[in-house]
């Protein structure tokens, strides 16, 4: 479904709900991380890509302008209402649509004033499959209350508005890299995100021959977040032995000189970081160079880093990488890596477009075969970030 086709899609669902048509809608994609994982914690690179996958929202005012807001989700049964005559308060923790919550609340608390609305809400952004519909979910909400309220709000403070009510609404401490490529993305581009500044560089990819298929194992292996806080510390321990307040400003030389100062795991995960930082601007150059052997060998340079440095892979995600390996840029790849926190979730690889319908195959049944799972996939060229599709 294209997105103009979605949009159509999703106010026919709005007219079945409420018994009339949508006089907004709004859609935010989601992303994949082409490069630059677990940089972000460390005030270093993020290379990510709107995909062609989207949220989308339709509304209309409630109605006889009722100051209160109803949330409806086709992925959800479960409608919810907002009370706008009372301050706003989170729903209870795990509840979905406190993440559009958090974003009235966002606009409620710059002083912009909102009227009650109905909303259906429409999602191609797999939920909870490491591809970000939370923030596809919270950058469609802004955007359709800036075509509500007619406010605009800067780029860097609407993903920061996004963000905040992550945080705060949905109760998960993420970083920025989501919420800005869904609002900033560019078709035909990456974006350049430095974590620790938070300037932004849209990086052209327009040959067509090539995209980017991401490959979802399907599996999840419940270390998650312990392992996640464990990293995090590790990095920062490394940092101070190194005397500097985040690995960003750390170099492959100095790590080497205070090797025997610090533990071996330590060493291991501050050389990912600064390697992956490296490895990331590196491939935003080979990207605006065209140079796609070069991308796909740092693709592959960072899969093994975070596999045997980082420990943070799977069984399933170095299954994928092998097999995307093993058919090669004769095949069609020129090189694939996990992307996301890890172990499990999606890999990404960047591939020849022509190659797509016979690598889909392939790999679906070298992967099943492998190990008895069956896998997702999906092919993207970088999609443009949020849109209103009717104001
Ligand atoms: P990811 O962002 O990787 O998809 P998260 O766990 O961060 O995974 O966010 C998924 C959650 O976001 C869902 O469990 C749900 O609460 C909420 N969500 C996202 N999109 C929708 C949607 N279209 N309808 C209802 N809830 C959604
Ligand atoms: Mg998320």
């Keep these: 479904m294209t997105l103009s086709e979605l949009g159509h899609f999703t106010a026919d669902q709005f007219a079945k709900a409420y018994g009339h048509g949508p006089r907004w809608i709004a859609a935010a994609p989601g992303r994949v991380n082409v490069i630059g994982e677990h940089t972000d ?27 209160r807001v109803q949330l409806r989700s086709l992925e959800n049964d479960e409608a919810k209402m907002i009370d706008l005559s009372k301050p706003l308060q989170p729903f209870a923790r795990g509840t979905w ?21 109905d909303a259906m809400i429409h999602s191609t952004v797999p939920l909870g499959g490491g591809l970000s519909s939370s923030a596809a979910l919270e950058v469609a909400t802004a955007t359709l209350l800036e075509a509500m309220t ?53 990086v052209p990819m327009s040959d067509p021959s090539v995209a980017l298929l ?20 590790q990095c920062e321990a490394a940092a101070k032995v190194l005397g500097i307040s985040s690995l960003r ?47 796909g060998q740092l693709m592959y340079a960072s899969h093994y880093s975070l596999r045997d440095n980082y ?13 995307a390996r093993g058919i ?15 172990f499990g979730g999606c890999t990404v690889a960047l591939v020849k477009t022509d190659a797509v ?27 443009a970030g949020a849109t209103i599709l009717r104001a």
């Design 328 to 342: 090669g840029p004769q095949g069609g790849v020129y090189g694939c890596r996990m992307t996301g926190g890890g």
């Design 41 to 67: 914690y460390n005030e270093g690179f993020v290379l990510p890509m709107a995909i062609e996958r989207y949220t989308v929202i339709a509304a209309a005012p409630a109605a006889a302008g009722a100051p």
């Design 249 to 295: 400003d750390a170099t492959a030389v100095a790590l080497q000189q205070a090797k025997n100062r610090m533990e071996d795991v330590m060493f291991r995960r501050a050389r990912h970081v600064i390697g992956e930082i490296e490895r990331t601007t590196q491939a935003a150059q080979a990207i605006r160079n065209s140079h796609w052997p070069e991308v």
């Design 357 to 383: 319908d016979a690598l889909t195959r392939k790999i679906s049944e070298d992967y099943q075969r492998k190990t008895g799972i069956e896998a997702s996939l999906f092919v993207s060229r970088p999609a």
């Design 97 to 117: 649509a406190n993440y559009p919550a958090g974003v009235l609340a966002g606009f409620l608390a710059r002083g912009i004033p909102l009227n009650g609305f």
């Design 150 to 202: 007619g406010r605009t709000l800067e780029p860097v403070e609407k993903a920061l508005l996004c963000q905040q009510a992550e945080h705060q609404y949905a109760g998960v401490p993420c970083g920025i890299m989501d919420q800005f490529i869904s609002v900033m993305g560019r078709q035909d581009h990456l974006l350049l995100l430095d974590c620790r500044s938070r300037q932004t560089e849209l």
């Design 311 to 323: 420990e943070v892979s799977c069984t399933e995600l170095d299954a994928v990488v092998e097999i």
């Design 214 to 233: 991401v490959i979802n194992t399907n599996v999840k292996h419940e270390l998650g977040s312990g392992e996640y806080a464990k990293r995090r510390a």
